[in-house]
């Protein structure tokens, strides 16, 4: 990708952005004074407030917040879905902001692996199907796709269930499908919305270190948002969205 002109300095700095400050290491994503609103009912709502954050090659992050406090407006705005009021946000060194919408949807095709509490899949479609989607949506398509996709589904552990359709696969089956389905077109982040949120303790768990263990297999980042402490210490690094700022957290903390 190249590289943007380099944005103009700021004294708008977020804790979240610390580790970038005074190092000669370039974040992969960098979010620069961010600002989203919504309005409803003729009310304007400030979901980010002159927002900046880093996240580096490889990196596990988890985000901590409350329902309705902007976690998911903030994977939105990285993914380029939703676009910000102000501020910039870079890519590899891409400004997405920039990119008209046909490019930000291939942008996200390409580089970005989605999983979601509440799995997404393709109810018509097998947990095979499911996972080649993916690929199949980078022009990746017939025996390639097939062999590709089973096969990260063996690594998750479900292979046997690959001719199944998502009705008759448990909730733990259907996020590891999910799983498979963000990470088989090797993308280079993870942006993972509460993938435990809606599983049994037993089965948070299993999908947890299946999702810890394969993203470092592959060496993407990851973004993971929830609201479980325990979840979120399993990152690299924590950080809180509460008022519309992003906080990182050191140590142990209560929420």
């Given at each position: 990708m190249s590289k943007p002109d380099k944005p103009p300095a700021t004294s708008d700095q977020s804790p979240a952005d610390s580790q970038d400050s005074g190092s000669s290491v370039t974040p992969f994503i960098k979010l620069d004074c961010v600002t989203h609103s919504y309005t409803e009912?003729?009310?304007?709502?400030?979901?980010?407030k002159k927002t900046s954050l880093s996240i580096h090659h490889s990196e596990k992050v988890a985000l901590l917040g409350r329902s309705g406090s902007g976690k998911s407006t903030l994977l939105n705005l990285i993914s380029g879905i939703d676009l910000p009021d102000n501020g910039r946000i870079h890519f590899d060194g891409m400004d997405i902001v920039s990119l008209d919408e046909t490019a930000r949807t291939i942008f996200r095709r390409q580089h970005i692996g989605f999983i979601y509490q509440f799995f997404n899949l393709v109810p018509s479609l097998t947990a095979l199907e499911n996972v080649a989607l993916?690929?199949?949506?980078?022009?990746?398509?017939?025996?390639?796709?097939?062999e590709r996709s089973l096969s990260m589904l063996e690594r998750l552990g479900i292979a046997d269930r690959a001719q199944q359709f998502p009705t008759?696969?448990?909730?733990?089956?259907?996020?590891?499908v999910a799983i498979a389905r963000a990470l088989v077109h090797s993308p280079a982040v993870v942006l993972a919305d509460e993938p435990t949120g809606n599983l049994d303790a037993k089965s948070g768990s299993e999908v947890l270190n299946l999702l810890n263990d394969t993203v470092v297999d592959s060496g993407c980042a990851l973004l993971l948002v929830t609201h479980s402490l325990t979840v979120a210490q399993t990152a690299d690094r924590v950080l809180t969205l509460e008022e519309g700022t992003i906080s990182e957290q050191v140590g142990d903390f209560a929420w």
């Open positions: 009912s003729d009310s304007v709502h400030t979901v980010l993916a690929l199949e949506l980078n022009g990746i398509t017939g025996k390639l796709a097939r008759r696969l448990s909730g733990g089956e259907q996020q590891r």
